[in-house]
């Protein structure tokens, strides 16, 4: 999915004021619940459900539904804020986007490592050289085995 924003623009997606700033840029509205949902982005402390999302966004507007959060992160996330990820077999989880990062999961014990961009530099060069392709590896977890699964139990 194209993101909104022009090449040669900049925006500050650093805080909620300035996400607002930028939908307002834009036309776009400034809604209760979508500030609600922005601020609870820009505290959470890690990947989120749309459920656990709309469960912290209801703590202060009771009203929101379920699809005004769904609305609301398919629009943060087509505006480049926001990036969701399939991690391992439950619901996608989201995060700002400038949080954003790989990561490994074991498929013995469930632990989940977050794995750093440059690990993937020469996967996503090897891509884009020998099949025309970008990779995006933030957006799917690699399934494998951690270290202490992978060692031999006597």
Not at 64 to 93: F, K
Not at 124 to 143: Q, S
């Amino acid at each position: 999915m194209e993101k909104v924003l022009d090449q040669d623009e900049v925006a500050d997606f650093t805080s909620v004021d300035g996400v607002i700033a930028y939908l307002r840029s834009r036309g776009g509205r400034v809604t209760s619940s979508r500030r609600i949902l922005l601020q609870v982005l820009f505290a959470a402390e890690g990947h989120m459900s749309a459920e656990a999302l709309a469960d912290a966004v209801q703590r202060q507007a009771p009203d929101v539904h379920l699809s005004t959060i769904y609305r609301n992160l398919e629009d943060l996330e087509h505006l480049g804020v926001v990036s969701h990820s399939h991690l391992g077999h439950g619901p996608s989880s989201y995060l700002l986007a400038s949080h954003a990062h790989a990561h490994f999961i074991c498929g013995g014990c469930g632990v989940m490592i977050e794995a750093p961009d440059e690990m993937f530099r020469g996967l996503a060069r090897a891509a884009a050289t020998k099949l025309g392709f970008t990779i995006d590896p933030k957006h799917f977890a690699i399934l494998g085995r951690c270290a202490d699964c992978s060692e031999p139990h006597v």
